[in-house]
DNA sequence: GTATGATTAAAACAAGCGTTGGATTCTATA
DNA sequence: TATAGAATCCAACGCTTGTTTTAATCATAC
């Protein structure tokens, strides 16, 4: 029925869009593996596009509340203090992980999924997507200028750039860089510990001041 | 003729790659623009695929070829020494944006198109790709582990896997990054030194002691 | 000028693709 | 039980796509 319908979509379109991309992925592959009509894509969800979006916000919508509810949290214990960073960058880093946990197969499949949406740099997509982003970025971004007072704004968007971007690769490719053998396994939480240890201290690291002399002659060489 | 030929259409498939995404760039949209018969891919590159490979390997070689050197450099330098940590991720983070300074347009769309292709999560793409880096992704692993004799290789490795999603997420977004407006510009030798800052500090933080006991909490209340 | 191989062009193939329109079936309600 | 709306199905549309085949043109050497 209607529930199941939908949800079999829903499922089947996640791991094929996580394995394959969106674009690579025809609806034909999804419609058949959920053993559903072709059409039942455009009654339910309106179109491709749209399936995407609605994949991608199923699961956004849980992981974006889990955030903001660990940074009220984190700012109602600091009160007019400052902010713990890695207790910041713990709440911006540790839900998608950890609903992937609850979620089973699904929770892999939409990491992969989200991994990969992160570096997309087609304009509608990003449109698309940053929608659903960017009111979190932001407030991670303003909780971070409390939590590092002698970073300025500039600086703090770039960090979190790239905090993102080793979050999403992490989510991408996590886990099969994990599976490629006994030196690279690492138990999921510890790979999360790891990445935020990794976050926080770069996040709070000094400021690098102008640029250095080896730098340029390095540039001139080139 | 036909070395003009072969650029023009390197060039604008690099472009169109970049913007669009290897799967949702038709041959012909790549043959219009450059002014050449549909033909011409297959005969001079094969198949769409092998001009990716190509678009990619005219690129990454220069790229790799100079990481290595630097490291040659860093690394005879230090002798029986330990290298400095800073010195091996510039060595390794540096080349891609050098590079891409001397290739004028040409540079920013190859460093987009690299940049999302390393979230890349289909397998083939993967191969293919991954067979271009990872004997320079083990030279700098090797290298890291000698400058931090502390960590283990498998921190090591995942520590990398965080410095390379940082540094292609900066790849895919950092020009439209800094555009968004005044509060987000930054010279992009600046955003270089910032992003070796990051990647250095978070590469030489120390190792995450257990799970901590607040991370075990939220992990149950979810 | 001729022959040969390289290169480009034109046309087509075979398949695939997201979407659509109308028909049919299912479900809930009075 | 009848009805209306929801949901699924089927067939097709109109187009796109990478690749292929053959012909035409170009470039070079003799």
Redesign the interface.
Known sequence: MTADTKERILNVAERLF????F??TPLRDITNEAGVNIASVNYHFGSKEALLAAVLERRLRPVNA?RLE?LDAIEAAAGNGVPNVE?VI?AFL?PPF??R??WGAGGDNFL?LL??I??????EFRATFFQQFQGVFRRFEQALQRALPHLD???I???M??????????M???ES?ASIGP????DP????????????????????IG??V??AQ??HA?
Do not use: C
């Open positions: 996580a394995d394959r991309g674009p690579a889990r660990l207790d713990r540790a950890q609903k946990q609850e992969r991994g990969r992160h570096s997309e740099t087609n304009e704004a500039t600086d968007g770039w960090r750039l790239f905090l993102v971007g080793s979050m999403a690769l992490t991408a490719w996590g860089f030196a690279s396994h690492k939480e510890d790979v999360l510990e790891s990445l935020i240890q990794y976050a926080a201290a770069g996040m709070a690291s000094p400021v690098p640029v250095p080896g730098a390095t540039g080139s």
